[in-house]
């Protein structure tokens, strides 16, 4: 079985730039979470989808979007970023939307 | 006061002690909790799923769940090096919409 993956492990960018993260699920799971990481804090919820719908969302602007594609795999796009916006995004999945979450390892994000 | 709290430590011990880790919560709609390992830079491991009150045990860990009092804690018995990594406490609402809310995770340090 194979786990929750993210693509690119790094990146850095500047700010005003926009940036696109990418994340498989597990097998079988039809549920991704995005969350946010900065240094030395817990991750805080971004927003959850579900077959293909924003199923919840956390307190985040709008410039924080995201999509799911029908095989669940999902992406989150940040436009105009923000010298704040560096962190590591992590992508989790469920097998439904409020089970168990299984995270990936994470795409660190710089903004310079 | 922050929705869940949890002292980052560190928490320094010797090998083989009995490790106690705690997170005390406000918002008395939480209804599952969990707890992830996180080693440095890299995505959160979970270790424990509990719903409700109770204990739960797995190997060397116990969960247990006290929601008259929302406070929540792991033990690790036998701790070995290995274990030496961030802790982090989470928890969610029925439904699941809201996503997990995480504590800021305890630093834990095995000495051999």
């Known amino acids: 079985e194979t786990g929750v993956t993210q693509s690119p492990t790094h990146l850095i960018k500047t700010r005003g730039q926009q940036v696109t993260l990418r994340c498989s699920s597990q097998s079988g799971h039809n549920t991704v979470s995005w969350y946010q990481q900065a240094l030395g804090q817990g991750p805080q919820f971004i927003f959850q989808y579900y077959r293909e719908e924003e199923n919840g969302r956390g307190n985040f602007p709008p410039r924080f979007s995201g999509l799911q594609f029908p095989n669940y795999s999902s992406e989150l796009n940040v436009n105009a970023l923000e010298l704040d916006d560096s962190a590591l995004y992590l992508c989790?999945?469920?097998?439904?939307?409020?089970?168990?979450?299984?995270f990936g390892p994470g795409t660190r994000l710089t903004v310079l | 006061q922050k929705e869940v709290e949890q002292d980052p430590g560190p928490l320094s011990v010797p090998e083989g002690a009995i490790v106690s880790l705690n997170c005390t919560y406000s918002n008395s709609a939480f209804q599952y909790f969990m707890w992830y390992r996180q080693y440095s830079r890299k995505g959160p491991e979970l270790l424990m799923y509990t719903y409700s009150s109770g204990n739960k045990e797995d190997g060397r860990f116990t969960a247990q769940v006290d929601k008259s009092s929302k406070y929540i804690s792991l033990f690790i018995r036998d701790s070995q090096p290995s274990d030496s990594a961030t802790y982090l406490c989470?928890?969610?609402?029925?439904?699941?919409?809201?996503?997990?809310?995480f504590g800021k995770g305890t630093h834990l340090i095995i000495q051999p």
């Open positions: 989470a928890m969610s609402a029925e439904g699941g919409a809201d996503g997990l809310t």
């Open positions: 989790a999945s469920s097998r439904v939307f409020y089970n168990e979450q299984f």
